[in-house]
């Protein structure tokens, strides 16, 4: 059924319990998504995004319990990507007067997924649209995540409507932050901002800055997937301030993949070398750990120590695969470095730092790479470093730093 989130604006998007990976493979979604669609009620009906393809006629079911999709005038897309546009050319076969809105970009996007469409009116920051009853104001948004991305703002209510910006990938049946269970929310909240909006960090801090300077009163924030932020939607703008600035904890995430245990145990011996500080150790290994979840773990870590065996004179491949990433996502002001096993051939750690430094990181050279099987003094080497690297870190955090607005995109 719909849902009001305000006055006469109503949810009308879809559930997607069984989703377990977005962007192809690159984003795991243990607990499924959402889609979310807002039907805005005035003279002039608008709908603000759709669905992915798949969930047309869910949507499309939930509008028609609130008004007769045939009287949709304006249809705003507020992003390209498939998962919030896929349903635009079913809505307007069903909503022939409706005229469809997006960014200038947006029109490069959505041109090439639907070459059928028509006509698009393109709108830009400050541009409004009077619905009768209703006014929508339009705030692009490039790089939130994509170029064609932007805000829809519903003037008397105070809504944001954000597409992906404060989102997160939670498939449940209740509708609002205050619904839902705190933890679960914040985890998936801050997996998202990992995962998908940390390359774009400089980007969100500008235009957070843009909001507060604009004065715009906010008193709900409805993003496109997950829940609606009712109860205190200033705690995910800090938050997000907090992210995309790169403020951290006294952690370390320790991601390992193992081919015969010996790595394992260096970074065992790792993790109670940098608990013995006082530091909050995290031993993630390879793939029993999800990538995306070591991602969101790092999100607030200062440290991270990567270790691998070496296999046909590189890293293993889950530990590559989440070193590339890492290569994409620029985390910054993070220090890192590398231990690891091998036979013959002890390369995988060199391959290691030097990932980590493309990564943005601040390596520090451990010396830790062993042959065949730790021994008993070698694994109270991988200790002391888990102690010097943990003092490492408290050190990097005691210091001032100058304001950062990480990578440009």
Not at 257 to 278: F, I, P, Q
Not at 377 to 391: N, P, V, Y
Request: charged share 25%; aromatic share 10%.
């Amino acid at each position: 059924m719909p849902v009001e989130v305000a006055d006469k604006v109503y949810w009308v998007g879809a559930i997607d319990w069984n989703v377990r990976n977005f962007h192809g493979y690159t984003y795991a979604t243990p607990r499924g998504t959402t889609y979310n669609a807002y039907l805005v009620l005035a003279d002039e009906p608008a709908l603000v995004d759709t669905v992915a393809r798949g969930f047309e006629e869910e949507m499309m079911a939930r509008i028609r319990e609130v008004i007769d999709p045939a009287r949709i005038r304006h249809l705003i897309a507020n992003h390209g990507e498939p998962d919030h546009s896929a349903a635009i050319p079913y809505v307007l076969a069903h909503a022939p007067h409706a005229r469809l809105y997006c960014t200038r970009k947006g029109t490069e996007s959505l041109g090439a997924y639907y070459p059928e469409l028509g006509d698009f009116q393109v709108v830009a920051t400050g541009d409004t649209l009077a619905l009768g009853g209703k006014t929508l104001q339009f705030i692009e948004a490039p790089m939130l995540h994509w170029p064609d991305s932007m805000f829809t703002y519903v003037q008397e209510d105070r809504l944001l409507l954000p597409n992906d910006a404060f989102g997160q990938h939670l498939a449940t049946s209740q509708r609002f932050d205050d619904q839902v269970e705190a933890w679960q929310l914040w985890d998936e909240a801050a997996r998202y901002y990992a995962n998908i909006l940390t390359p774009f960090s400089r980007m969100v801090l500008r235009k957070l800055d843009e909001l507060a300077k604009s004065g715009l009163a906010i008193d709900t924030i409805a993003p496109s997937h997950g829940v609606i932020w009712r109860r205190s939607p200033a705690s995910i703008v800090e938050a997000y301030r907090r992210w995309a600035s790169g403020e951290a904890k006294e952690r370390v995430v320790i991601a390992y993949e193992t081919m015969w245990g010996s790595t394992e145990k260096m970074a065992r011996a790792l993790a109670e070398g940098v608990a013995d500080e006082g530091v909050e150790a995290l031993l993630r290994g390879l793939p029993m750990a999800d990538r995306t979840d070591v991602v969101k773990e790092l999100l607030e870590a200062k440290g991270l120590l990567m270790g691998s065996s070496t296999h046909n004179q590189h890293m293993l491949l889950n530990i590559a695969a989440l070193v590339e990433d890492l290569k994409g996502l620029r985390f910054t002001r993070k220090i890192g470095a590398a231990f690891g096993s091998y036979g013959w051939a002890g390369t995988a750690v060199g391959h290691l730092e030097e990932s980590l430094r493309e990564a943005g990181f601040d390596v520090i050279v451990s010396d830790l790479a062993f042959r065949w099987a730790p021994s008993a003094a070698d694994l109270e080497r991988a200790r002391e470093f888990g102690r010097r690297f943990a003092r490492e870190v408290r050190q990097a955090l005691s210091q001032p730093v100058a304001a950062h607005h990480g990578p440009e995109a």
